[in-house]
């Protein structure tokens, strides 16, 4: 399902980001915010929704981190989501690629689905070869490529680390809130019947390719960030998650902490104040 990029491809795509680059620096965003030098939105194919943002910080980076976020893979939702950490995370030293892509719904940021947003991320993520080989961020940067995803962000994010032949391979995964039993959150219903609607049907062995549960044990290390009381998508997602995982040889870690669903994506909040910590242990 991932999309490869070509040496010619990714040289296309190079001088296309390099002049991005070259134009951006010093800007307003809509929000206020004052763009750095080094920061750029960039396109990683010809859809409208397959874009991301790229923060580069000042001085040696620690990695990169691969933004997804979540809205139960629902074209409502973009990127915004994920805005605020990405800024967080480049103000602690972090490369942040804070990437969209195709949802599911009609108009606007549409057209998603399985397979065409596992497509997306994964070409999303193989992106960060062609930038680092157009100067945007350090190539040694991507020695360490964390993906970290809220809700339906983290069922990607952990998705993506089960890729096997990723041009930009993930070292590490933290799932915020994570749907990662594909088959548990249809049975439970949740988002609306959001599983139903993002694999096109209800999920079966058939769809292990796109099930984060079917795909353990993962090679690389998850975090499963959840809080008890969360009433959109329930911790026993990620508990049950690292007990498979765990029992399967896997490296996994379930980080319980306070604020909903939502606290993990604030960053003003404990639980945010816990995942800085875990990005912290990786430098």
Known sequence: MAARFSAGRRTVLAT???????????????????RRKGD?????????????ELLVPDGRPHGVVVVIHGGFWKSAYDLTLGTPLARDLRDRGWVTWNLEYRRVGDGAGGGGGVPVTLDDVAAGIDHLAAMASA?????????RVVALGHSAGGHLAAWAGGRRDAEVPLTHVVSQAGVLDLVAAAEEHLGSDAVQAFLGHAPTAADAGADPMQQLPLAVP???????????????????????????????????VSGGHFGLVETESTAWSRIRAIFDDLR
């Open 16 to 34: 296309a980001v390099a002049a991005a680059l070259a134009a951006c620096g010093g800007e307003q965003d809509t929000d206020g915010e004052t």
């Open 40 to 52: 750029v939105g960039t396109t990683y194919g010809d859809d409208p929704s397959q874009y991301g």
């Open 135 to 143: 100067g945007m961020l350090p190539e040694e940067s991507l020695q």
């Open 222 to 256: 998850v975090w499963c960030v959840h809080a008890p009381d969360d009433d959109i998508v329930p911790i026993s997602q990620s508990r049950d998650y690292v007990t498979r995982a765990s029992a399967a040889g896997a490296t996994a870690e379930l980080v319980e």
